[in-house]
């Protein structure tokens, strides 16, 4: 970009996507690269409202061929909630998900929601996947709320058709828990088989709305529990798991001004934190460190996830950590949303973490880093809330890695794009420009046929065929 005497910007150099940006104060018009996007090549919607088909999902390879399967929650779907399941999701068509789903599994309860959470795990040792459903409304028709999990084994029959019975149910006794709002997997026990954790982050056993993380054992025989020390922290919002740690959040944590942690108008509300166990035998990790967040309503640990990124050329494992509801670095931005990304450094027993670098959403309100997801070496984020002064549609940004990582902010460094600039440093931005849709507001990825990266970016409130009946949308990245 070359300027005039007068600083007015005349001519533009080295962009292949030019677009125009007028500017009142100065008055100046900036000539800057477009994001670049992509059309979806598939999609699919429910027809039945209110369903918020696309919430959840989750990818594996169900029935023992080559091809991969995909498991979508729809826990809004006639007041009980149901799962859809695509066999050899590839070739299924564009169109209506009640039509192309292979079979579609309802709440054994009368109401609830299940389908708010999912997981794909060999829980009986058969070589088949298992699909386990979390229903964190159960006990709703009493007003309790309790929560429930539903373990479906899968099996062949004589025809080699893959189908699902029933065959456990876990329970919480405790009311007002949502036992099953998240779940997780992982080898927890380091005997080279996964665990099941199960998320109740409103249980409130020593308090309220504290929370608490089940992990119980792959055959289901034993479990333990981890619970949040601090009052509507709800601990056990995010997890995520590496070969020696594990990782729990706590989005709510309130940083307390005096010792006793009494309330005082000084105190951080909902800053947020998240604590770091290391790895042991017989179901029983051990905290190390807990890291909490500086702003105020930032939500430090809205999600949680490992990945091995490309770093300035070479791979490491870091943690990133959702901090959705964070106001801008100028404060001038409310709710725009943030990632951190943070390195593990082992030495002896001290384990040392640095912030490499953080990123901030573009837009208020946007909730950039609600969802965190990745791809080999790459990182997926998205800003459901994302929009304009009429309405949001959501955004999500595709980064194949990152060859910089400026101290700081790295989505302040934008050149002649408006500060924060998340797009400018990502590979692919999509968006469905659908209103009020939460675009983004659950992603899945996994590797395809002819080996192309496949994105499956959820709609959970699209209205596309039916009020917030939702929909689920394939893009090739």
């Given at each position: ?74 826990p809004g779907r006639d ?59 159960a006990g709703a028709e ?299 507001s659950s992603l899945n ?33």
């Amino acid at each position: 970009m070359e300027r005039d005497e007068n600083g007015t910007k005349v001519k533009l150099t080295n962009f292949k996507n030019p677009e125009i940006r007028y500017s009142e104060t100065p008055h100046t018009l900036e000539l800057v690269e477009e994001e670049k996007t992509a059309q979806s090549h598939l999609s699919l919607h429910s027809s039945i409202p209110y369903s918020t088909f696309g919430k959840v999902m989750v990818s594996a390879y169900l029935d023992q061929d080559e091809n991969m399967d995909l498991v979508v929650g729809a826990p809004g779907r006639d007041d009980r909630g149901c799962i859809y399941i695509f066999l050899d999701v590839e070739e299924t068509g564009t169109g209506v998900a009640e039509d192309q789903a292979n079979t579609i599994i309802c709440n054994p309860g009368d109401r609830g929601r299940f389908g708010s959470s999912l997981l794909t795990l060999d829980t009986n040792q058969d070589q088949i996947l298992d699909i386990v459903v979390g229903d964190p409304y159960a006990g709703a028709e009493l007003l309790e709320y309790s929560g429930r999990v539903y373990i479906f084994s899968g099996s062949l029959n004589d025809n080699n058709t893959l189908i699902y019975h029933l065959t456990d149910v876990l329970d919480c006794e405790e009311k007002f828990a949502n036992f099953g709002s998240y779940l997780f997997k992982g080898d927890v026990d380091k005997d080279g088989t996964e665990e099941i954790l199960i998320s109740a982050p409103y249980s409130g056993r020593d308090g309220i709305q504290r929370g608490a993380l089940y992990i119980y054992s792959t055959k289901l025989k034993n479990y333990t529990i981890l619970e949040g020390s601090r009052d509507y922290e709800r601990f056990g919002s995010s997890v995520a798991l590496s070969s020696e740690y594990l990782v729990v959040s706590s989005p709510f944590y309130r940083i307390c001004w005096l010792n006793d942690c009494t309330y005082h108008e000084n105190d951080l509300q909902s800053a947020g934190a998240f604590t770091v166990f290391s790895l042991r035998p017989n179901l029983d990790p051990k905290q190390i460190t807990r890291v909490q967040g500086t702003m105020e309503f930032g939500c430090l640990g809205a999600e949680l996830d490992f990945r091995t990124l490309n770093i300035h050329g070479r791979l490491q494992e870091v943690l990133v950590v959702g901090e959705s509801s964070a106001a801008s670095e100028s404060g001038d931005l409310e709710q725009t949303g943030r990632i951190n990304i943070y390195s593990f450094n082992q030495t002896g027993s001290e384990l040392v973490m640095n912030n490499l670098a953080r990123m901030s959403g573009e837009s208020e309100s946007g909730r950039f880093g609600q969802v965190v997801s990745g791809f080999g070496e790459g990182l997926v984020v998205s800003a459901p809330y994302l929009g304009n002064s009429l309405y949001s549609y959501g955004k999500v940004y595709v980064y194949d890695g990152f060859t910089e990582l400026p101290a700081g902010d790295i989505s302040s460094h934008c050149g002649v794009y408006p500060t924060p600039c998340p797009g400018h440093l990502a590979s692919l931005v999509l968006t469905d420009y659908l209103e009020n849709s939460l675009f983004g507001s659950s992603l899945n990825t996994f590797q395809g046929k002819q080996q192309t990266r496949i994105l499956i970016i959820g709609s959970e409130r699209s209205n596309v065929n039916g009020r917030l009946s939702g929909s689920i949308y394939f893009y090739k990245i």
